[in-house]
């Protein structure tokens, strides 16, 4: 019983805003001096919706290091689609295996 403790990983639940990411959503309030950032990354949504998203700093160093010990989830206020996107760019080799199934989103979430 003791080696299936030592080999099973432990869960971890990470909330994707403004934790392992910042974005911005691209409108009128958007300023130019917002996109002087190199590491930002655009996400385009549905029709002209776009967003700019800031990645955390060193944020694949924790993702290489917590993958070997952790099952990862994400927890987002965001739509779903938005947080399948956004999990590509902070895995984009998939070691965290981020599958939808391990999304829970505002459409889960029983609160207004």
């Known amino acids: 019983m003791l080696d299936n403790v030592k080999n099973r990983k432990l869960t971890l639940i990470l909330d ?5 990411i910042q974005a911005v959503k691209v409108g009128k309030e958007f300023k130019i001096e ?6 930002l990354h655009e996400v385009v949504m549905s029709g002209t919706e ?3 998203v800031k990645v955390r700093q060193f944020m ?5 290091h917590i ?5 990862v989830f994400i927890y987002t206020q965001s ?19 981020l599958t939808e199934a391990r ?5 889960e979430d029983d609160s207004p």
Do not use: W
């Not at 917002?34 to 590491?39: A, I, Q």
């Not at 739509?79 to 295996?97: Q, S, T």
């Open 50 to 52: 776009r967003y700019m």
């Open 103 to 107: 999304i829970l989103s505002r459409t």
């Open 34 to 39: 917002d996109l002087l950032n190199k590491d």
């Open 16 to 20: 994707l805003d403004h934790t392992v």
């Open 79 to 97: 739509l779903r689609a938005y947080a399948i996107k956004i999990c590509k760019l902070i895995d984009p080799g998939g070691l965290l295996k």
């Open 67 to 71: 993958s070997q010990a952790y099952e």
């Open 60 to 64: 694949q160093y924790f993702v290489k």
